[in-house]
């Protein structure tokens, strides 16, 4: 009986799939972020942090990638794990947010975009691999929460997530005070993600910060770029390599098109 | 009932990388100073390069306790040769006794990836490559280790011959003057060191000819 695809995953090749590794297939591998990803709450809302590298195994794919992705205009979302996923689950939950903003005709709140986020990670049963910072200010006030990919949630003051997450987390709980100001908190969220960059192989290039405030978000892409390429101060010239040995040139023959008849198409 | 696998493994990856160039009359071996384990930096200034006699340095990636191991090795045997034969041994000879060494590991290798470079007995620049296990060959420039993917591509464009049809055929010990060389190798760490995460902080530099072995240092970027 056929019974069509509802969507979600199909199980189907695990089993061939696990044949074809014993007999020493190299599965591709997918672009992971790396990555060190940071949030915290400071006096007048909440900032969050990011570097910028996206890594493919030990290879660098991207040198400047954006983490920090949009969800809301109060609501803003950094993602680790693999990079199509938290590409995928972040436009899909701001899509959805925007709909219910449309529906509601209130601001969107921060707990909104938390309970979509978690409830779909958990229906994916870990399968979608998106590690999230979610941060914002809504009436409630400010809000930030980490996103696990299995589905669970942590409600903190301050957070960090990636392969850099400890390095940053170090800075973060020698250096958290409540209530910082805005320019401290900056400080301290650069601080945090520098080590990641410095100290985590996974992590690099450029910092990106994203303040947001009651009524005002501020996105500051490249806030930091600590990592300039110096050499070589000017370019390499490639001279043209390959000699042109012979040439032929193979006419095509003509086609033409063959009308019979002429009642082609009717009514 | 499938077979049991190990869960430990005798070996760990250090990561780094290593070039050597051969000239007309000089040789340059570079390797980072990077040394890692996973995603965590060990040191940012460990030196992967070791002079094994006057005319003849190492440099190796890999396993950084067994190419320590392997340097122990070809150094007290190098010793030994020179109480035998009262002379520093040549780097054909030293190559030939890396690859016996290595081969002697055959079913336990040295996780040690190594280019040779030196000045062969007309003082003519020469480079040897080798595999974990001891295949080597004569080449006119080489890399190993994590960046060695992405340099031996740009190494090739720039020091071999397009086509082995064209006359007359691009000789394998570059024409390039020591300073060009040196230019090339530094351009290729800064290159390697932007898309491998395994390469980096700095850049160890050894220049041997005619008037003796130099050492110089190039800062890389340190994330």
Redesign the interface.
Known sequence: MEVPQKGGFSFDLCRRNEMLVSKGLRSPSFLKTGTTIVGLIFQDGVILGADTRATEGPIVADKNCEKIHYMAPNIYCCGAGTAADTEAVTDMVSSQLKLHRYHTGRESRVVTALTLLKSHLFSYQGYVSAALVLGGVDVTGPHLHTIYPHGSTDTLPYATMGSGSLAAMAIFESKYREGMSRDEGIKLVAEAILSGVFNDLGSGSNVDICVITKGNTEYLRNHLSPNPRTYPQKGYTFSKKTEVLLTKITPLREIVPVIEGGDAMEE | MTKQQANWSPYDNNGGTCVAVAGADYCVIAADTRM?TG???LTRDYSKIIKLADKCVMASSGFQADVRALQKVLASRHLIYQHQHNKQMSCPAMGQLLSNTLYYKRFFPYYSFNVLGGLDNEGKGCVFTYDAVGSYERVGYSSQG?GSTLIMPFLD?QLKS??P??LPAKDAVTPLSESEAI?LV??CF?SAT?????TGDKLEIVVLNAGGIRREE??L???
């Open positions: 890692s995603y965590n930096i994590s464009n397009p086509s049809l064209l230019d530094k351009t800064a932007e898309r491998d995460i395994y190039m800062d970027r340190k994330d």
